[in-house]
């Protein structure tokens, strides 16, 4: 079996997951190196990028692994999410200066899901693809609005900008392959009762 | 970018190698198809949009390439066979020459999301019992699907899983409460599931239910599963997967996939789709399957 772990804000919650739930995970020493792939406990950690995550799920490059919704959303990533995780949870926010115009151009890391929001409210507005800090966008003028992922709300405040409407509720969840989930159920059912069991614990 | 050097996304030229291989399992297929009675037809590559109407949904739609041709129609190119061989046959087909058993090759242009990167172009090779709605019909293309799949290939470790289902038992249950649908989806119980429905939504999604658990809700799919499970007890290859429930699409009762190779791939789907041929003008069973050639090992 090889999981993928999303490297960044879920990585330590992810392995303690994997750890409470009874498996040998890669130590501190082994993520110390840079090796991307470590074999323990008879299973295949993968430690890929958090986006990245669904897409070697949905390929089945990853039997399994765990990702936030966000990118399951942006990915149109069909795995199925047997576990919703009690941490992590964020929201997806519309975020605008204050005084801003009508929305007709907004910045996100997130160009799928923004498109279906603005589809579902019937805004025709312009999407300004970005990789990272996409508040300064709103900030500096590139954009009216931005949608982006609010945990704690500092940053929106730091920067004078309003939440003005919730895009979608985001957790991370226990992401499993299709063809996995089929084809090995006795692994997959093992898999998911001992992670369910260590996310009940946690909450 | 300059088109010189490449192709659309999704298409691109098999040599000699490939093709070789390509004919090699296509001409196996034929044989044991046509050695077990069925008879080749030949469709063709683009239709109409229009006579299939509300059969493909907005989803389907969105896989296939459309165009508007010379008179204005609007024009679709070859997608799924199955629709096209029920209105080819339709019209035509007098009720004493069912059951019929045919089978067709070819391409297939499909946009698939979850096929990222992977060819848009599949060369299928699918079969059909039509006018057959009895559960031999079922277990006769279990088995053929089984060993079209198993002949020739000599891997120990890798033996292939046909993974079936009834799609008429989720449906029944998400007639009940739609929220069904969403925790069978997602395979975690969601808030939204009547108290009613919990125990038998909770056992399908840990794989804990039985037939007996879903015949209260779905008594003849229950039925039917159950005689084909002990017809196809014998071979290891089979699997009941009662929680199965996605893109049912026109089917109506038996769904399968077949999954094979190291990998894990799927490389061919079917099922029962008894309400198909009445739309377009004829009452008709049908059962088939469709194999995508190069997802073989």
Redesign the interface.
Known sequence: MRIAIPKGRLQERALSVFADAGYDIPSETDLKTRKLVFDRGGIEWIFVKDGDVP?YV???AADAGIAGLDQILEH?C?A?????FPFGHCRMMLIAAPGAPPLTKVATKYPRITRQFLDQRGVHAEIVPLSGSVELAAVLNLTSHVVDLVETGETVRIHKLEMQEVVAEISPRLI?GK???????KTV?EL??KIEEAARVSS | MATKSRYPTGVRPLLAEETARRRRIELRFVDALAGAGFSEVVLPIIDYVEPYGALVEPATAKQSYRFVDREGDLIAIRSDFTPMLARALAPSIAPEELPLRLFYRGDVIRVEASRLGANRELFQIGAEIIGDDSIDADVAMLRLAADLVRAPRNEPNAEPTIVYNDVSIAAALIAQAGAVCEALAAKRMTAGVPAALQTIVAKLISGEATLNDVAPFAPEAAARLSAIEEAVAGDAVFTLHLDDIEDSGYYTGLRFRVYAGSGRTKVAQGGRYDNLYERFGQRAAAIGFAFTIDDLD
Do not use: S
Not at chain 1, 80 to 84: I, L
């Open positions: 897409v949905e390929h089945g149109e069909t199925y999410q047997p576990v919703e499993v063809n996995f989930y089929r084809t090995e159920p059912r998911i009762a």
